[in-house]
Nanobody, 124 residues
Framework: QVQLVESGGGLVQAGDSLRLSCTAS????????MGWLRQAPKKEREFVAA?????????DYADSVKGRFTISRDNAKNTAYLQMNSLKPEDTAVYYC????????????????WGQGTQVTVSS
């Protein structure tokens, strides 16, 4: 069992940066692929970024955030991060951290565990 807690959300202006953190409790954090997904009002939850287990050598990003967001992990701290730069109003959403055991997730439905979400609001 893994529990995920996100932090770092907030209200920022367009062009600003934020770093989200996702801290996991439980064992074997390094064996989980980690992902960030988001859900804006009246929209479906969508993929943002993912990172493979262990060293995190493989990453993947939604086209809408490529070049602006960076996903990373620190296994010693049981934490995954999402560095978000050049934020846009359309990035406004609740951001969720998720984990999948030892397999790179292909869709949002593939994740085994989810955090409670953190709100990111970007004003124009």
């Amino acid at each position: 069992q893994v529990q995920l807690v996100e932090s770092g959300g907030g209200l920022v202006q367009a062009g600003d940066s934020l770093r989200l953190s996702c801290t996991a409790s439980g064992r074997a954090f390094s064996t989980y692929a980690m992902g960030w997904l988001r859900q804006a009002p009246k929209k479906e939850r969508e993929f943002v970024a993912a990172i493979s287990w262990s060293s995190g050598a493989i990453t993947d990003y939604a086209d809408s955030v490529k070049g602006r967001f960076t996903i990373s992990r620190d296994n010693a701290k049981n934490t995954a991060y999402l560095q978000m730069n050049s934020l846009k109003p359309e990035d406004t959403a609740v951001y969720y951290c998720a984990a999948r055991s030892a397999s790179f997730p292909a869709t949002p439905a593939d994740y085994d565990y989810w955090g409670q979400g953190t709100q990111v609001t970007v004003s124009s």
